[in-house]
């Protein structure tokens, strides 16, 4: 079993900096990608930042420029640094991690899983 343990949120004034952190435990092959999600009250999820193990990244418009995502791969761990934070920054943020599982099918294939974390409040005051 795989389980992501989030840490990190807080409260911040605007203009502040926040860095959340997102730790993979349990069996695995490998996680091809980890990235970082945001809900607001009566909004949909939406994906923030994701990272591949080669270290590509991508990120929605509105955090390009104040967002950065990195990940130790030596710690299966992914971070999320947010500087320049703004009010509608304002929200729950998940981690997510696309995982290998180490056993294989009839077939020799591995099977490939989506892990959520619990989530981590991050609330920007204007």
């Known amino acids: 079993q795989v389980q992501l343990v989030e840490s990190g949120g807080g409260l911040v004034q605007a203009g502040g900096s926040l860095r959340l952190s997102c730790a993979a435990s349990g069996s695995f092959f490998s996680i091809p990608a980890m990235g970082w999600y945001r809900q607001a009250p009566g909004k949909q999820r939406e994906l923030v930042a994701a990272i591949t193990s080669g270290g590509d990244t991508n990120y929605v418009d509105s955090v390009k420029g104040r967002f950065t995502i990195s990940r130790d791969n030596t710690k299966n761990t992914v971070y999320l640094q947010m500087n320049n934070l703004k009010p509608e920054d304002t929200a729950v943020y998940y981690c997510?991690?696309?995982?290998?599982?180490?056993?294989?099918?009839?077939?020799?294939?591995?099977?490939?899983?989506?892990?959520w974390g619990q989530g981590t409040q991050v609330t920007v005051s204007s």
């Open positions: 997510n991690a696309k995982v290998m599982l180490i056993v294989k099918d009839f077939w020799g294939r591995r099977t490939q899983v989506t892990v």
